[in-house]
């Protein structure tokens, strides 16, 4: 298994410009979730779902959109970048069931500049 | 407003000492406690997690304590080793298909 998977790495955008960060996971969790870190902040979630066609905002999720189209896949994107959006974005899924329940896997993460 | 407070920000221990990090919750109905390993450049990994029926989980130099009545759980880190120098997260949840709430994270460096 892969786990959880980003890309890009790394990412610098220009004010003002869109972009999708795109999360795939092969352990066919249905929980999956979009945080971003920033020095000092800890992890704020940003979006999560449940399952396929099921989204809901978390503590910062403007200037933030998500869909959640299959199970595997959780794309995050930036409608108009800015530069209070320069920061490290992870993506995590978990399973809420069975013998590793609740155990949330991470991404290696996105770092996003915003000039 | 912040549902799980962590202290300290940052902490250093020599080799061989132990290593202590507390937080403190809010939300009563919050029933997984988990803490969270991140290296550098790498993304946060589960270290170990406890449910509020116990008050103390142990594995390996990792040692959960946990006080329901006080709403705080802690991590001791025995005999820390330099590779144990990271930064490390508590977390809080309701079991399910309920979002983690992390605190603002401990930046642990362990000196020889």
């Known amino acids: 298994n892969a786990g959880v998977t980003q890309t890009p790495k790394f990412q610098v955008l220009k004010t003002g410009q869109s972009m999708t960060l795109q999360c795939a996971q092969d352990?066919?969790?249905?929980?999956m979730s979009w945080y971003r870190q920033d020095p000092g902040m800890g992890l704020r979630l940003i979006h999560y779902s449940v399952g396929a066609g099921i989204t809901d905002q978390g503590e910062v999720p403007n200037g933030y959109n998500v869909s959640r189209s299959t199970t595997e896949d959780f794309p995050l994107r930036l409608l108009s970048a800015a530069p209070s959006q320069t920061s490290v974005y992870f993506c995590a899924s978990r399973n809420p069931r069975g013998q590793r329940y609740n155990e949330q896997f991470f991404g290696p993460g996105t770092r996003l500049t915003v000039l | 407003q912040q549902q799980v407070k962590q202290s300290p920000q940052s902490l250093i221990v020599q080799k061989g000492g132990i290593s202590i990090i507390n937080c403190a919750y809010e939300n009563t109905a919050f029933d997984y406690f988990p803490w969270y390993q991140q290296f550098p450049g790498k993304g946060p990994a589960l270290l170990i997690a406890?449910?509020?029926?116990?008050s103390e989980k142990k594995e390996g130099r990792f040692t959960i304590s946990f006080n329901k009545s006080a709403k705080q759980f802690s991590l001791h880190i025995m005999d820390s080793q330099p590779g144990d120098s990271a930064t490390y997260f508590c977390a809080a949840s309701i079991i399910g298909n309920t979002p983690l709430v992390f605190g603002k994270g401990t930046r642990l460096s362990v000196i020889a």
């Open positions: 352990m066919n969790h249905e929980y």
């Open positions: 406890i449910r509020p029926d116990v």
